[in-house]
Structure formats: structure tokens, C-alpha cells
């Protein structure tokens, strides 16, 4: 406990590993546990069912696990999970779930997030994704993994956004956003595909190309959504890497549920 500042306040009820750090003047709730080396900046609020795994980064002015902002909350011990190595920029808020959802919100590993990013309730965010400046989940977002997403980029409740794509600056996210794709605008148009992201994480030019062609199917083609699904379902079917073959399932998986069409 050598490592908390004095004038920091912890619940003696809070779980706190010996290697974890408390800056000054910040508030630890007693429903709050924290793993080893993750290191608290001054004037942060961690509150409610809050629980934060191991080697985290959280700055200075901080809200962590507060109630949700939904009208229907009445108290229920909803959660916050926050995995490792994350790192957590000034004047965050994260909320914890609700039960008209699976009750928790959840933040994978390695992860950046900059200053003034708000997760509302029941978001799930994967893991390795960017999340720029004043960027803004609504109740019930979902991104997968290696995802970017631009400052000042605002998503709509249950909206969902596929690993690898990549949203430009001050964009507004009203429909899914599928993998791999690079998307901006105010609409929200595709672009192409984010190329330079995914040759950054080893994507080989094969690869890549299989990519490609999906974007075209589903871009580029004139095809309904219905039609470029079928003719994903072909390209999956004579595709022979196993890498490519995973690609295209994840496309499929992700279309399959996209219940709200997809940005086009």
C-alpha cells in the first residue's frame, strides 16, 4: 500500500494488488478490483462493480464505472470489466452495463484510448483498437479488434463495427461497419479497404487480394447484399489458405448478424 498517495481515498472493501499505484486525490469504490502494475494518475474516480486486469495506464481525471446514463437504471450491481496494457487518456467515462443488456461493459486488451472517449453501457471493445480524441460509443456499440477509429467520431446505439476496419475523422456511425473496411464522411461512405493497416499486422499480398475482392463483391459489383453474401459464400468455397479462408468467415459471421444493413 506504499504506492498510494496519501490524500487518495481507497474503500478498505477494494481488492488492490501491493504493486498498484493511486495518484493524489483520487477515489477507489468498494466494489473496485485491480490487478498487479496497473498505475492510477491523480484526481481519477473508479466506483461501482468495477474490475481492471493487469499493466493498465489510466491518467489523470478519470470516470470509471459510474452508473450508466439510462433512464431505466435502478440501481442494479451492473459491471465494468477492463482487461491489460491498456492505456487510458484524461477526462474518459466509462459506464457500467444494464440488465436490459448482458448487464456489463466490457474493454478488452491493448488498447489506446485518447482523452474525453466515453463508453456508454454494455459497449464491448476488443482488443488492439485506437480510439482517437472525443470519440463517443452509444449504449450497446460493439468493435472487434484492431480497429481505428478517427476523433470525434460518434456511433449510434447497437451499432457494430468489424476487426481490422478503420473510421475516419469526425465520422457518424449509423449502420455496421464492416471488417477491413476504411470508411469516413458525413454520411458514412466505404472507401476501399484498409490496406495500410492490415499490411502494418503482416497481411501478405494474397491475402490482401482476397480481401480486395471482397470489398469488390460487396462495393463494387452491383450486387445486393443478399447476392454479394452468396458470392462471399462461393469465394469461401474455393479459397484454399487457411488465413483467407478465416477472413472471409469473419466477413460472413459479421454480415449474418448485421440486423441493421451495413454502411455502403
Given amino acids: 500500500m506504499t504506492k498510494i498517495h496519501p490524500t487518495a481515498i481507497v474503500d478498505p472493501a477494494a481488492e488492490l494488488d501491493s504493486s498498484v499505484s493511486v495518484g493524489a486525490y483520487s477515489l477507489i469504490g468498494p466494489h473496485v478490483r485491480i490487478a498487479a502494475g496497473t498505475q492510477i494518475g491523480p484526481h481519477c474516480v473508479i466506483e461501482g462493480h468495477t474490475t481492471i486486469g493487469s499493466d493498465n495506464t489510466i491518467f489523470q481525471f478519470n470516470s470509471i464505472g459510474a452508473a450508466p446514463q439510462d433512464m431505466k437504471y435502478a440501481g442494479e450491481p451492473t459491471r465494468l470489466v477492463i482487461g491489460d496494457r491498456n ?30 472517449v466515453h463508453l456508454a453501457h454494455d459497449v464491448v471493445l476488443g482488443h488492439h483498437n485506437v480510439l482517437a480524441n472525443g470519440v463517443t460509443l452509444a449504449g450497446h456499440v460493439e468493435i472487434g479488434d484492431w480497429v481505428t477509429v478517427g476523433g470525434l467520431t460518434g456511433m449510434l446505439q447497437r451499432m457494430r463495427v468489424g476487426s481490422h476496419a478503420m473510421i475516419g475523422f469526425q465520422a457518424h456511425v449509423a449502420q455496421d461497419v464492416p471488417p ?59 479459397e484454399t489458405d487457411a488465413d483467407s479462408q478465416a477472413d472471409i468467415a469473419l466477413m460472413l459471421n459479421f454480415l449474418a448478424a448485421a440486423s441493421r444493413g451495413i454502411v455502403r
Wanted: include cysteine; charge should be positive; glycine fraction near 8%.
Fill in 87 to 116: 492505456t487510458i487518456r484524461e477526462y474518459c467515462t466509462f459506464n457500467t452495463g444494464t440488465v436490459q443488456d448482458k448487464g456489463v461493459t466490457q474493454l478488452g486488451d491493448d488498447n489506446w484510448i485518447m482523452a474525453y
Fill in 180 to 238: 477491413f473496411m476504411t470508411v469516413d464522411g458525413n454520411p458514412l461512405t466505404a472507401r476501399a479497404v484498409n490496406v495500410v493497416g492490415l499490411r502494418r499486422r503482416g497481411f501478405g499480398a494474397e491475402r490482401l487480394a482476397v480481401i480486395k475482392q471482397m470489398h469488390k463483391l460487396l462495393y463494387r459489383s452491383s450486387l445486393t447484399l443478399e447476392q454479394a453474401v452468396a458470392a462471399l459464400g462461393d469465394l469461401q468455397a474455393s
